[in-house]
């Protein structure tokens, strides 16, 4: 198996070699020796820092990221948790997709100032209650 050092872990994987020792730190990834004093990879540590990357996009934590690999780095995702996170990315996309219309409405409004436009309003007063109702604690 060819070995791969920590400069060409991060020149493949765009991921700064400091922060590869702290995933290694934290468990994320690991080294499997040394040449001198640079880590030596396996290669199937790209795949691993992909499913950082992924996970990080995706909002979790890096400790959740690291409850999520079981031995030898391999994950162990757990599917439920997996859904609710999907259910979040949809959640935040609606929102994002609504506020994306509401800047491309006021961008090309016709009314001389988007707070006298009725449909800005309307937006601005939807957009509130949706983080109002976030907001309220459950019960």
Not at 63 to 69: L, N, S, V, W, Y
Request: contains cysteine; aromatic residues 4%; charged residues 30%.
């Amino acid at each position: 198996m060819e070995l791969l050092d920590i400069g060409e872990v991060s020149a493949r994987s765009g991921v700064r070699p400091s922060a590869l020792r702290y995933y290694e730190e934290a468990g994320l990834i690991s080294s499997l020796t040394r040449h001198g004093l640079r880590r030596q990879f396996a290669p199937d540590v790209l795949l691993q820092l992909k499913l950082i990357t992924m996970g990080k996009t995706a909002g979790f934590t890096l400790d959740e990221i690291a409850g999520m690999f079981g031995r030898k780095g391999l994950a162990d995702l757990p599917r439920g948790v997996l859904h609710d996170k999907a259910d979040a990315i949809d959640r935040q996309i609606r929102e994002l997709t609504a506020l994306r219309d509401t800047l491309r409405h006021v961008a090309d409004c016709a009314a001389p100032s988007h707070m006298e436009c009725p449909t800005f309003r309307r937006l601005v007063d939807l957009a509130g209650r949706r983080v109002s109702k976030r907001r309220k604690p459950a019960g």
